[in-house]
């Protein structure tokens, strides 16, 4: 029996071997937006998981649209020069596809490190200005954004294409933009932080204006042969947010811009908020944004386990399962999910001996 998680699917001239898809996670670890040996490091070990694509950690297009000071940027020609040198170690060991998520932070920018809290930046600890369509805090004790201008969005909109022609330069396969979370992109989407008076702000073709001059921008400087996406935010969880019948829409005008894909995640669009997380409990809306808008799918939300990816795929709601912590959780998932459902997957030659054809132990460490 063919497996529906381990067959190829096209994305534009993009090949991925099977629907497994590496999310973007970030990884608080770079100098100035510079990828750091720990970028190489952490690559390399995605690089031979059994995923059809890795997709590089939320990467900030401005200095100031980074989340932390030691997230990723694309902004400088240092940070070109270090990413490549990643990306060629990755490369000469690896044949997966690799993209890579273009990001601004907005207003939830200048915080720290996860494991230094998480919490805004003070001015002893180096906080900028952040920046939002509102002059609207994320949430109580955090910094107040400015809005932005008509010239400050162009700008902006303008370090997205920047960065989308360093991401080529670079030799990327994969470009995908990140409207989802509340950041930048979602913020305007979002009437919960959006609450503008010109054509950037109210009814939702306003709200989705930056969004798609984004879109727009990079897409006119991303090779045409190579496949551009989005994360989108299906629903921020509370009355009068963001909802699922509008991001069906913004997907279509995403897919008129040259989208191939998109990721449907929700959340974060606010403090205070929670996500009722349970398994697989965002497939429902990945199913109607494929299904309404057309537009191929992958889905997230606690998928971790290798009958959930496989029966999601198999049943039409989504095209692609991309996962996070179940990967850092076991770096060989995709190899273990092949074992499960009786499908391929490639093996670097160096560790061609632990297929289950030479080596009887693989079954006796993962019982199915």
Not at 106 to 131: C, F, H, I, N, Y
Not at 169 to 186: C, F, K, P, Q, T
Request: charged share 20%.
């Amino acid at each position: 029996m063919t497996s529906a998680l381990f067959s190829p699917i096209a994305l534009r001239g993009l090949t991925l071997a099977n629907r497994i898809v590496i999310s973007p996670m970030c990884q608080y670890s770079a100098d100035d937006g510079s990828a750091t040996d720990w970028h190489v490091q952490h690559l390399g070990l995605l690089s031979h998981v059994g995923a059809g694509l890795v997709v590089i950690e939320a990467t900030g297009v401005e200095r100031e649209g980074r989340i932390t000071p030691g997230c990723l940027g694309l902004y400088s020609d240092a940070n070109e020069t270090a990413l490549a040198r990643a990306v060629q170690s990755y490369r000469r060991w690896s044949k997966t596809p690799i993209g890579i998520q273009l990001a601004h932070a907005g207003r939830k920018a200048s915080a720290s490190r996860p494991w230094e809290g998480g919490k805004p930046l003070r001015q002893d600890q180096g906080a900028w200005q952040t920046v939002a369509p509102s002059a609207i805090p994320f949430d109580q004790g955090w910094h107040t954004p400015k809005a932005l201008t008509r010239g400050e969005i162009e700008r902006i909109v303008g370090a997205f294409a920047l960065a989308a022609r360093r991401s080529a330069r670079i030799g990327l396969d994969e470009v995908e933009l990140h409207v989802s979370h509340g950041y930048l992109m979602a913020e305007f989407l979002s009437p919960l932080s959006n609450h503008r008076e010109d054509e950037y702000g109210g009814s939702l073709e306003n709200r989705m204006r930056f969004v798609l001059q984004v879109a727009e921008a990079v897409r006119a400087e991303w090779p045409s042969d190579r496949a551009m996406g989005a994360r989108i935010t299906a629903t921020d969880w509370v009355e009068g947010g963001f909802t699922v019948d509008e991001a069906i829409v913004l997907s279509r005008a995403l897919k008129e811009r040259g989208c191939d894909f998109v990721c449907v995640s929700s959340g974060g669009g606010a403090g205070g908020i929670r996500t009722p997380t349970s398994p697989g409990y965002l497939l429902p809306y990945a199913e109607r944004v494929r299904k309404e808008a057309g537009v191929a799918t992958r889905a997230v939300g606690m998928i971790v386990t290798p009958a959930q990816a496989e029966a999601a795929i198999a049943a039409g709601q989504a095209d692609m399962i991309a996962m996070a912590r179940a990967i850092l959780d076991d770096p060989r998932w995709g190899w273990h999910a092949a074992l499960a459902l009786d499908a391929k997957v490639a093996y670097p030659p160096q560790y061609d001996r632990v297929r289950a054809e030479l080596w009887p132990g693989l079954k006796l460490a993962h019982p199915q």
